[in-house]
């Protein structure tokens, strides 16, 4: 199929070896991919897709010199000339590196990830007045990259002004807590600005996030040897869940999944990403394929668990609670599902029944931010604006992303009068960059008319 295929559609044939070499390479098989894209390459010389991603594979092995003869000769394509200067930036050839980077922006003059590099590029050199420059523009141009924001914090900090320096490494972090650069370098400027407290607090967070990184680093090493290892991949998807590297994740429980497709711990997790994505038919359908094939009804509970969930979403409160009961019945432990029976009769205004679910979800799991903002929304409704402030901040030291319950104390401290405090979370929510952008405007429109309002 594939032969005749390329006989009267090189270009299609090419893609789909290229696409084959994409899922290796997410599966670990460089191998694998190193062909697929050899192939791809074999059948449209000028794929530069195939090109670049196969030098990539060749530096990761070593083996530079192959992987910038490989671009060499395409130096039309400015994702080449990106390549080939990170190639010359690992073996210490800097005016080359910058040379190829400028070529590029002849190509694309408005992309920031070129001016990060050269950035990046320059400072490390001690060319501070022309790093500015570019890591200005690249901000200029886009001020929602963590690595914008990052250079920005290194810019400032390499000028010793670590209080600046510190705000946009905080600013990096709120784009992505989890970067590894980011973290490491809040923690050395607030040691500079003398918060030693704050920087050791930082640096252990750098520690748990470099000893996670060591450990996908040396699964994904493993995983060449063991491609069938279901522990592996399992161990592997957690640890990209935990840096919420979802897609990766999801590519660890489809690989197992080929292997086994009734694999119930993938298809639990797969379902539990597909209802975070708001895919819930495709949720539902990995629920029912566990139900309708597994006996252990323990394994089950957390599937029927989602599909009470989804029930619930569609306002069948009588099939969701069936559902969700049947859950806690297979597995006491849920504390999502008793959440969810919490939401439920809170949907139903049986506010008594709905706060000893959320209390009965917050016994089991403490972390549990959702649980702990519902019932701050009760005690809100009911005026009783201590106990609501309390388990917002509950559903804040949970999940320190949580914007909802940022918003949710910026409400509760207005009601009490904390003026301070309640612009400080309504800041805090409307320079969030992940919210709904309705959210945001409300959060600044509350700052305004408490300054204009309150405060004059």
Not at 229 to 241: D, M
Not at 310 to 339: C, F, P
Not at 394 to 407: I, N
Not at 426 to 454: C, E, F, G, L, T
Request: glycine share 4%; charged share 25%; proline share 2%.
């Amino acid at each position: 199929m594939i032969a005749l295929e390329e006989k009267h559609n090189p270009g299609i044939t090419a893609e789909i070896y290229f696409l084959k070499g994409n899922i290796y390479a997410s599966l670990n098989s460089f191998d694998e991919a190193s062909v697929a894209y050899t192939q791809a390459l074999r059948i449209d010389s000028t794929h530069s897709d195939s090109r670049n991603n196969l030098s990539l594979l060749l530096a990761d092995q070593g083996r530079i010199r192959d992987a910038i003869d490989l671009l060499s000769e395409h130096t039309d394509d400015p994702a080449a000339l990106l390549n080939i200067a990170l190639f010359q930036i690992k073996v210490g050839k800097y005016n080359e590196a910058e040379r190829m980077l400028r070529q590029a922006l002849k190509f694309q003059p408005k992309n920031p990830t070129l001016y990060q590099h050269i950035g990046s590029l320059l400072l490390k050199q001690g060319r501070q007045l022309q790093a500015e420059k570019a890591i200005f523009k690249a901000w200029d141009l886009d001020s929602t990259q963590v690595e914008s924001a990052r250079l920005m914090g290194l810019l400032y900090l390499d000028k010793d002004d670590p209080n600046r320096a510190i705000f946009f490494f905080k600013r990096a972090l709120l784009i992505d807590p989890n970067h590894l650069d980011s973290n490491y370098n809040l923690s050395m400027a607030l040691a500079k600005a003398g918060l030693k407290i704050d920087s050791e607090i930082v640096m252990s967070k750098f520690e748990q996030l470099s000893n996670r990184t060591a450990r996908i680093a040396q699964i994904r090493r493993l995983l060449d040897e063991q491609p069938n290892s279901t522990a592996l991949r399992l161990e592997l998807a957690t640890h990209y869940l935990q840096l919420n590297k979802v897609v990766e994740a999801e590519y660890q429980y489809h690989a197992i999944l080929v292997k086994d497709s009734l694999h119930i711990e993938s298809l639990v997790n797969l379902t539990r990403i597909s209802i975070q994505q708001n895919r819930l038919g495709h949720a539902r359908n990995l629920s029912e394929r566990g139900i309708r094939n597994s006996p252990n009804k323990r394994e089950t509970a957390p599937l029927y668990a989602s599909l009470g969930y989804l029930r619930l979403v569609k306002g069948d409160h009588a099939i969701a609670e069936d559902l969700i009961l049947k859950a806690v019945s297979y597995d006491s432990t849920l504390s999502e599902a008793w959440n969810n029976l919490g939401n439920l009769y809170q949907q139903k205004n049986r506010l008594s029944i709905a706060t000893n679910y959320f209390e009965k979800a917050l016994s089991i799991d403490s972390t549990n931010s959702l649980a702990a903002y519902n019932l701050g929304v009760i005690h809100y409704q009911s005026g009783l604006m201590t106990l609501a402030a309390s388990h917002f901040y509950k559903s804040l030291k949970a999940d320190s992303t949580y914007w909802r319950a940022k918003l949710a104390l910026g409400k509760t401290y207005e009601k009490m009068d904390s003026i301070k405090a309640a612009i400080r979370f309504y800041n805090a929510v409307q320079k969030h960059q992940h919210i709904d952008p309705i959210m945001r405007k409300y959060a600044q429109d509350r700052i305004s008319y408490i300054q204009s309002n309150i405060l004059q």
